[in-house]
């Protein structure tokens, strides 16, 4: 059985459209999963980390927690985009334990982007407009590239497209 995976295209194709300009975001960038696991229900849906069994919750976000401050502790990005408030929570939960970060290293700002899910109703109503002025809002694209991509979404119709609508 094949299994459509919406949140993912909805991310990819939108960051596919910010590059295809050269530039993405302001800076340096980089796409860290912090659970780069799945877990399924026996009826092939899909079992988000926040929906476990408490304990298994916990023993999973201490490892995944321990693995971004890692990543975050040799990128040292400025910013963090949290994709849904349960990956912004777990940035901001993970970077309160920090202890110990090298001298001179300032802990990223961190941000939420609405997450792209089929099950957001906020998400299924142009989660790619939505993004793209979120990211705008956060100063991490520039009002060029929003126009672009968003040109790209929706391209502008054609001079005969136009005419042939115009009645008369």
């Not at 502790?73 to 990956?87: F, H, M, N, S």
């Not at 110990?100 to 792209?116: E, Q, Y």
């Not at 906020?122 to 040109?151: D, Q, V």
Request: with cysteine; hydrophobic share 40%.
């Amino acid at each position: 059985m094949k299994h459509l995976q919406v949140s993912g295209q909805r991310f990819w194709s939108l960051l596919r459209e910010l590059t295809s300009g050269g530039e993405l975001l302001r800076g340096p960038w980089f796409v860290h999963n912090y659970c780069p696991l799945a877990f399924l229900l026996p009826s092939g849906a899909n079992l988000t980390p926040n929906r476990l069994p408490l304990e298994a919750r916990q023993q999973l976000q201490a490892i995944c927690d321990a693995a971004l401050l890692s990543v975050l502790d040799l990128l040292r990005p400025e910013t963090v985009v949290g994709i849904g408030c349960y990956a912004r929570d777990r940035a901001l939960a993970a970077l309160s334990t920090a202890e110990g970060w090298a001298a001179g290293f300032t802990p990223p700002r961190v941000l939420c982007l609405t997450h792209p899910s089929p099950a957001s109703p906020k998400a299924n109503r142009g989660w790619h407009a939505l993004a793209l002025s979120e990211l705008l809002s956060f100063g991490l694209i520039s009002t060029e590239t929003a126009a672009r991509a968003s040109a790209q979404l929706c391209p502008p119709a054609t001079r005969e497209a136009a005419e042939s609508d115009r009645p008369g």
